[in-house]
């Protein structure tokens, strides 16, 4: 019984070191594939997208359209701003390769300043029900602009004299505090006269 239970556990732990691959064309379906045309992008960039679709149905397949859902989607002034949809309305064939693309523009508001790498949603409707993928943009992030950099410094510097003068008060008041007091001498007295005989 421990020997099924070893062995049991060693097949367990083999199997676990076999990578898991993702298989990147599947037959006997609709294979979609995704990527842009930058590896990274600063906001207020055009985002060209490509979109390959790749039949390897035995039939016949309608692709209607493509909708773009970007994380910076919100209403802005007097309109929604931010997906995007286009019509492909295109017959994809049995075994045929379709490619399009498609481009967007990043916005250079603040919509999307704290973001480094956001996810694209794309959904695309094939024979009437959507099918959903993600592209990641990475975006470069911005450079920090300091104004008043002489104040800075000089707040630094006064922070630093600060620092070091409060260091030598407590240093001191330690030193004293530890000393041990010297007990006061009493004064010398003159000598008494002896008292008057009589």
Not at 16 to 33: D, E, G
Not at 60 to 73: A, F, Q, R
Not at 110 to 127: C, Q
Request: with cysteine.
């Amino acid at each position: 019984m421990k020997k099924k239970i070893t062995l049991a556990i060693v097949l367990l732990a083999f199997m676990m070191t076999i990578p898991v691959s993702r298989a990147a064309f599947t037959p006997n379906a609709l294979n979609l594939y995704l990527w842009v045309d930058k590896p990274q992008y600063n906001p207020g960039e055009t985002v060209t997208l490509y979109i390959t679709f790749v039949n390897a149905k035995n039939a016949d397949v309608v692709v209607n359209e493509t909708k773009i859902e970007c994380p910076w989607y919100m209403y802005v002034r007097d309109h929604w701003e931010g997906n995007y949809t286009f019509n492909i309305n295109r017959v994809i064939k049995a075994n045929e390769t379709h490619s399009t693309s498609t481009t967007f523009s990043i916005p250079n508001d603040g919509r999307v300043s704290a973001l480094t790498s956001v996810p694209i949603s794309v959904a695309i409707r094939i024979d009437g029900s959507f099918t959903y993928r993600t592209v990641y943009l990475h975006l470069e992030s911005s450079p920090t602009v300091v104004s008043n950099m002489d104040t800075l410094i000089l707040l630094m510097a006064v922070l630093i004299i600060l620092i070091v003068v409060c260091t030598a008060l407590i240093a001191g008041a330690i030193f004293l505090s530890a000393r041990k007091p010297q007990e006061a001498c009493p004064s010398p007295q003159p000598p008494q006269s002896p008292p008057p005989q009589q």
